[in-house]
């Protein structure tokens, strides 16, 4: 298995109310007070108007069920993910739970491959390169079973996922990168990205 998946990430301009827009310059490691006012907006927003909270996952590879693809959730992805979640229910988030969420030092990545053994994807990894930098990941862990995928009973038969978490102090969020996953069988699969486009 020897993928490499294009990543295509646009610029994203929230905008929340008059004259108020915030425009993403980079994964953000420490948000200002409006960046986080904005994040939480757009989830209470998103939730009025029933759209779903993964909408703010930072997705790349394929946008198809056959190929490689996953997504990645910065900080103020999350607080959008978690603000949404909890309008659904007519909650809001907490101070502590803000809090949390914006001290995390971690990133989360998730990644969907291809194999044709339910458990193909055990003992996978997961790296994240700039340039000749090798970032090993805080954590990682696979599905120990994959589910059948959109292909079966045709190769590939399997879909797993891959997740890792990186330290925010282990990478540039603003540079150029690539994610890199090993399947246990052999072979990488490749996303390149640009997290001076994401937010």
Same mark, same amino acid.
């Given at each position: !298995?020897?993928?490499?998946?294009?990543?295509?990430?646009?610029?994203?301009?929230?905008?929340?109310?008059? *004259?108020?827009? #915030?425009?993403? %310059? %980079?994964? $953000?490691? $420490?948000?200002?007070?409006?960046?986080?006012?904005?994040?939480?907006?757009?989830?209470?927003?998103?939730?009025? $108007?029933? /759209?779903?909270?993964? !909408?703010?996952? #930072?997705?790349? *590879?394929?946008?198809?069920?056959?190929?490689? *693809?996953?997504?990645?959730?910065?900080?103020?992805?999350?607080?959008?993910?978690?603000?949404?979640?909890?309008?659904?229910?007519?909650?809001?988030?907490?101070?502590?739970? &803000?809090?949390?969420?914006?001290?995390?030092?971690? !990133?989360? #990545?998730?990644?969907?491959?291809?194999?044709?053994?339910?458990?193909?994807?055990?003992?996978?990894? !997961?790296?994240?390169?700039?340039?000749?930098?090798?970032?090993?990941?805080?954590?990682?862990?696979?599905?120990?079973?994959?589910? /059948?995928?959109? %292909?079966?009973?045709?190769?590939?038969?399997?879909?797993?996922?891959?997740?890792?978490?990186?330290?925010?102090?282990?990478? =540039?969020?603003?540079?150029?990168?690539? &994610?890199?996953?090993?399947? %246990?069988?052999?072979?990488? #699969?490749?996303?390149?990205? =640009?997290?001076?486009?994401? $937010?």
């Amino acid at each position: !298995m020897n993928w490499v998946c294009t990543g295509i990430l646009a610029t994203i301009v929230v905008t929340v109310g008059p *004259g108020m827009a #915030v425009p993403s %310059a %980079a994964i $953000e490691i $420490e948000p200002t007070h409006t960046q986080i006012r904005v994040a939480l907006a757009r989830g209470k927003e998103a939730a009025r $108007e029933q /759209r779903r909270p993964d !909408m703010f996952y #930072v997705t790349f *590879g394929a946008v198809d069920a056959l190929h490689p *693809g996953g997504f990645l959730l910065t900080k103020l992805g999350s607080l959008s993910v978690m603000a949404a979640h909890l309008a659904l229910r007519g909650a809001e988030p907490s101070q502590s739970d &803000i809090d949390h969420v914006i001290s995390a030092p971690t !990133m989360l #990545v998730s990644t969907v491959i291809l194999g044709d053994a339910p458990s193909f994807a055990v003992d996978s990894y !997961m790296v994240l390169e700039q340039g000749a930098k090798t970032i090993k990941p805080a954590t990682v862990r696979v599905d120990g079973r994959a589910d /059948r995928s959109a %292909a079966w009973p045709n190769s590939p038969r399997f879909k797993a996922k891959v997740v890792a978490s990186f330290n925010y102090a282990d990478f =540039d969020p603003t540079g150029k990168a690539s &994610i890199i996953v090993f399947p %246990a069988q052999g072979g990488t #699969v490749t996303f390149p990205l =640009d997290f001076s486009q994401i $937010e």
